[in-house]
């Protein structure tokens, strides 16, 4: 009995496990989680011992890390059956005959059950093992199911942040600055021309947001070899090109780009809210949403002011408080952020020296 309920358990842990990280929005299971981080930590690791190969080390590391998902799912789903099985092997029959199994049979029958192969060299004969037989099928049939969805949610997730990425370099002139979007539209001099660029940057960050409701944390583990499909330095230029828009706004001939850069100030909001309350912790989130200004985020945003100024904008009197706020959740966030995925190691700082 003591191996049934511990079997009977560890299926139920590992069936809420998958639930919770294929099907329920915004949750990811206890067991997903810690083999996740145990991996990329494990990669991570390897990539401070070697150095030189550092991104390419951590760009395998997302693979790994679904297969070893997937790997723990099924290893604990199939022990969980063959310590369910194991306790009442003398009602199965091997060979024809009624004999005595060891554990490792039970084993061998719960992963070929599970992952419906189903040899047919080991048979229940008692009703109650037989149906147990067919639930354990069942079950092992959903979860491969799941794993299949996941995967490909997973990969679409992480098409979209390969997207928001290369928008950003591409809007940015491939310099990295936020302000060289902003820079650009004023140079055109068309306020129609830069509200639209705007308002597709912030396209970009809402389908981002929508897939980090779900997948945000195994997403960021999966490392480019190319660093222009890096997420971070993406948030961060975004959030320059929306500080830059909310203080050319207050330039009147620049005043229609307002809402536009409302709008792409609040997707990055939410999404760098999103992803801090789900994985970076109380205290990160608390400070996304509450902190107050640093000198570095006063002078990172009068920095963007003085090369707006020197562009033929019209500029005076304090900054938008918007502008202000949004460069110090970018600065709480980014850090935070560096705590699970060291990005700035691949970056010279998470946010650059003022201008």
Excluded: C
Excluded at 37 to 61: C, K, Q, T
Aim: proline letters at 4%; glycine letters at 10%; a negative charge.
């Amino acid at each position: 009995m003591v191996s049934l309920a511990a079997g009977a358990g560890l299926a139920a842990a590992v069936s809420l496990d998958v639930f919770f990280t294929v099907i329920h929005p915004d949750i990811e299971g206890p067991i997903a989680r810690t083999v996740q981080r145990g991996v990329w930590e494990g990669f991570a690791g390897a990539a401070r011992l070697w150095e030189r190969r550092r991104r390419g080390v951590l760009a395998m590391a997302g693979p790994a890390i679904i297969a070893a998902t997937f790997l723990a799912w099924v290893v604990l789903f199939t022990l969980a059956f063959a310590l369910v099985f194991y306790s009442g092997l003398e009602w199965y029959r091997a060979d024809d005959e009624l004999q005595a199994l060891s554990f490792l049979e039970a084993l061998y029958f719960a992963g070929t059950t599970v992952t419906v192969l189903g040899y047919g060299d080991i048979t229940p004969v008692h009703g109650a093992y037989q149906i147990l037989a067919i639930v354990a099928s069942g079950s092992g049939f959903a979860l491969l199911t799941g794993a299949v969805a996941y995967l490909i949610e997973v990969t679409s997730s992480i098409d979209e942040r390969y997207r928001f990425a290369l928008r950003v370099h591409a809007e940015t002139g491939g310099i990295e600055q936020g302000v060289g979007l902003v820079l650009a539209g004023i140079e055109v001099g068309d306020v129609a021309y830069l509200r639209d660029r705007l308002e597709a940057l912030a396209g970009h960050v809402r389908l981002v947001l929508d897939k980090a409701h779900r997948y945000a944390l195994v997403a960021l583990y999966y490392r480019s070899r190319d660093p222009v499909y890096d997420f971070e330095p993406a948030v961060r230029v975004a959030s320059e090109a929306a500080v830059a828009g909310h203080l050319l706004a207050e330039d009147p001939g620049w005043a229609g780009i307002a809402p536009a850069a409302r709008h792409l100030a609040g997707a990055l909001s939410r999404l760098m809210g999103t992803v801090a309350d789900q994985y970076l912790g109380d205290d990160v989130t608390a400070q996304v949403r509450e902190a107050p200004a640093t000198d570095d985020d006063r002078h990172l945003v009068e920095g963007i002011a003085d090369q707006l100024d020197q562009a033929g904008a019209t500029m005076g009197g304090e900054p938008p408080h918007a502008a202000l706020r949004l460069a110090t959740q970018s600065r709480i966030f980014l850090q935070g952020l560096d705590r699970i995925t060291a990005w700035t190691a691949e970056s010279e700082a998470a946010m650059p020296p003022p201008p």
